[in-house]
């Protein structure tokens, strides 16, 4: 079963504060995978809480990982039923930061992150390092965030790009239907500092059909 796209949101702040928000255009569905996208001016200020109004738990796929500035990305699987409000909320006030909200469906529930891999750098070619997810059906979610810049990007090929908010925060993401080796990638221009995240997500897995067939080869027929 497949992993699928169901929405997105995101927002970015350039004044001083201490909590970000963004809305979803609807309610989340239960069951579903949300994940948050996250990207703030400081090299040394961290994500105090991630939280929604569904009263998720957001677990850390990877990061902070920190150049000149800092990136980073949570996740929930198996969501509470209605999550429209995310926040996330700093240790101290940062100047400039941006979020991105993804809502999928089809993931697997509270296990549902496989591998990662991270990068940093100021080149305009963006990539992680390549990663062999563990089974079909994975849904690869991609990440950049260079907080100070507005430059434009572009998705890697084969990837969507479900949100840009601003050049600030991008999230990108490729439903791979078999395991394949591959990375994350973007292109901008200018050499900005930016940080980048790949993690892939494992799709929900259905029982096998009882068929009549398998039920008749389960027993021994008896005369009487």
């Given at each position: 079963m497949?992993?699928?796209f169901?929405?997105?949101?995101?927002?970015d702040?350039?004044?001083?504060?201490?909590?970000?928000?963004?809305?979803?255009?609807?309610?989340?569905?239960?069951g579903?995978?949300l994940?948050?996208?996250?990207?703030?001016r400081s090299?040394?200020?961290?994500?105090s809480?991630?939280?929604?109004n569904?009263?998720?738990?957001?677990t850390?796929?990877?990061?902070?990982?920190?150049?000149?500035?800092?990136?980073?990305?949570?996740?929930?699987?198996?969501?509470?039923?209605?999550?429209?409000?995310?926040?996330?909320?700093?240790?101290?006030?940062?100047?400039?930061?941006?979020?991105?909200m993804?809502?999928?469906?089809g993931?697997?529930?509270?296990?549902?992150?496989?591998?990662?891999?991270?990068?940093?750098g100021?080149?305009?070619?963006?990539?992680?390092?390549n990663?062999?997810?563990?089974?079909?059906?994975?849904?690869?979610?991609?990440?950049?965030?260079?907080v100070?810049?507005?430059t434009?990007?572009?998705?890697?090929?084969?990837y969507?790009?479900?949100?840009?908010?601003?050049?600030?925060?991008?999230?990108?993401?490729?439903a791979m239907s078999?395991?394949v080796?591959?990375?994350?990638?973007?292109?901008?221009?200018?050499?900005p500092?930016w940080q980048?995240?790949?993690?892939?997500?494992?799709?929900?897995t259905?029982?096998?059909?009882?068929?009549?067939?398998?039920i008749?080869?389960?027993?021994?027929?008896?005369?009487?």
């Amino acid at each position: 079963m497949p992993i699928t796209f169901v929405q997105s949101s995101g927002r970015d702040i350039t004044t001083s504060h201490s909590v970000i928000t963004t809305n979803f255009p609807v309610s989340s569905s239960a069951g579903n995978l949300l994940t948050a996208s996250l990207a703030w001016r400081s090299a040394t200020v961290t994500v105090s809480a991630v939280t929604d109004n569904a009263a998720n738990s957001y677990t850390s796929a990877a990061g902070p990982v920190t150049n000149k500035f800092r990136s980073q990305m949570f996740y929930v699987g198996n969501a509470s039923l209605g999550a429209t409000i995310l926040s996330a909320a700093f240790s101290v006030a940062v100047t400039q930061s941006a979020i991105v909200m993804v809502e999928y469906s089809g993931a697997a529930g509270l296990s549902v992150l496989d591998v990662i891999s991270v990068s940093s750098g100021n080149t305009n070619a963006i990539n992680t390092s390549n990663v062999t997810p563990n089974q079909d059906d994975e849904m690869w979610v991609c990440m950049v965030g260079k907080v100070d810049d507005t430059t434009g990007l572009t998705p890697g090929a084969g990837y969507t790009e479900r949100q840009d908010i601003g050049g600030r925060v991008a999230v990108e993401d490729s439903a791979m239907s078999v395991i394949v080796t591959n990375s994350g990638r973007w292109t901008t221009a200018g050499g900005p500092d930016w940080q980048c995240i790949l993690a892939t997500f494992k799709a929900a897995t259905a029982a096998p059909a009882v068929t009549a067939a398998a039920i008749d080869e389960s027993y021994t027929m008896t005369a009487f």
